[in-house]
């Protein structure tokens, strides 16, 4: 069961946010949602601050009638940012990208836009702040998107000292972007791909959870000032991801190990394209295992840290995973 659920129990914390006003950038994307339903059910006011409020017309309904708003906000444009956290309790950053398009770069969302919103929540007094970064986040590494994301984490901590980091893995649940691709991509292809041999490990994190962190972060369960790994019960290879995603699709589709060699001049040919199917940061990132560290797990700066209890793989795939089975929820393995 989801720690949303309507069925779940509030924590003995679910009134500290009551009446209490609190900006969501980033809001209505994958995690947003999830992490406005969870403060929202605690009794908080929701400002979901982003690009196109017009578009934000799902988040309503997840709280009570004029408990959540959602405003325009720009990280680009520290105006409307300002604008964004005026009167606010508290300020949660939500915002990333996992391949740049236009005027949207990795350093002007992840490093200047984490700053900009660190400096809007400081000049408006606010100092409880919680910023959500990505495990593998490296001012030395050769990827781009890990460099921006450790800018911006050296701009928070820098601009308010107090304020939580949380570094989570590949993030899963219902509008994900990695077990739908795939899942997706072998009703079509051929093969699925196995980039660097599929060796590359994992430690996915349900959305929920993840959304359960934000809030206990919001509301003194997590140390000021500290960073925190965020990561599933699963510790899965890329190669186990995928076959995951076979199985529970009811789909057979051989896995096409391509060496990082070959994948790099393969994205070269196409990632300047919008969406494409992969670009060559990307691939430098699956060099890389994306797992919670020893010194976090040692230092209780994790999920169970928080006294969050983190769902499986198992527990969760199979409930959005089925849609792309030949016959959906009316297959005969899974017919309820």
């Given amino acids: 069961m989801s720690t949303l659920d309507a069925e779940t129990p509030l924590t003995a914390a679910a009134g500290f946010g009551r009446g209490r006003l609190v900006t969501v950038f980033g809001g209505s994307g994958f995690l947003g949602r999830h992490v406005v339903r969870a403060l929202a059910r605690r009794g908080w006011r929701v400002r979901a601050a982003v690009r196109r409020p017009d578009l934000a017309g799902h988040l309503q309904p997840l709280g009570s009638v004029g408990q959540i708003q959602p405003v325009q906000a720009n990280l680009r444009y520290r105006s409307s940012v300002d604008a964004a956290v005026a009167g606010a309790d508290a300020v949660v950053n939500l915002v990333g990208i996992l391949a740049p398009s236009g005027r949207q770069s990795f350093d002007a969302v992840q490093a200047f836009g984490a700053r900009a919103v660190a400096e809007a929540a400081r000049g408006a007094g606010i100092d409880t702040l919680v910023h959500v970064s990505a495990i593998g986040a490296d001012a030395a590494s050769k990827s781009d998107y890990a460099r921006s994301k450790a800018a911006g984490e050296a701009a928070v901590r820098e601009t308010v000292p107090g304020a939580v980091i949380l570094r989570p893995s590949i993030v899963f649940g219902p509008e994900d972007g990695f077990f739908n691709r795939f899942a997706d991509m072998a009703r079509f292809a ?107 797990t040692t230092a209780g700066r994790t999920l169970a840290g928080l006294g969050i209890k983190p769902h499986s793989l198992a527990s969760v795939l199979p409930s959005y995973l089925y849609r792309y089975s030949r016959q959906g929820q009316f297959d005969r393995h899974k017919a309820v």
Avoid: H
């Fill in 190 to 296: 051929p093969v699925l791909p196995l980039i660097g041999g599929g060796e590359t490990l994992f430690q996915p994190v349900y959305v929920a959870d993840v959304a359960e962190a934000v809030a206990r972060s919001l509301e003194g369960g997590a140390t000021l000032g500290a960073t925190y790994e965020l990561g599933g019960p699963d510790v899965v290879s890329f190669r186990r991801c995928l076959e995951m995603v076979l199985a529970e699709t009811g789909r057979q589709r051989p896995l096409l190990p391509i060496p990082f060699a070959v994948a790099e001049r393969l994205a070269g040919l196409t990632d300047w394209l919008p969406g494409a199917p992969i670009t060559r940061d990307q691939v430098e990132l699956l060099k890389s295992d994306n797992v919670v560290s020893d010194a976090a």
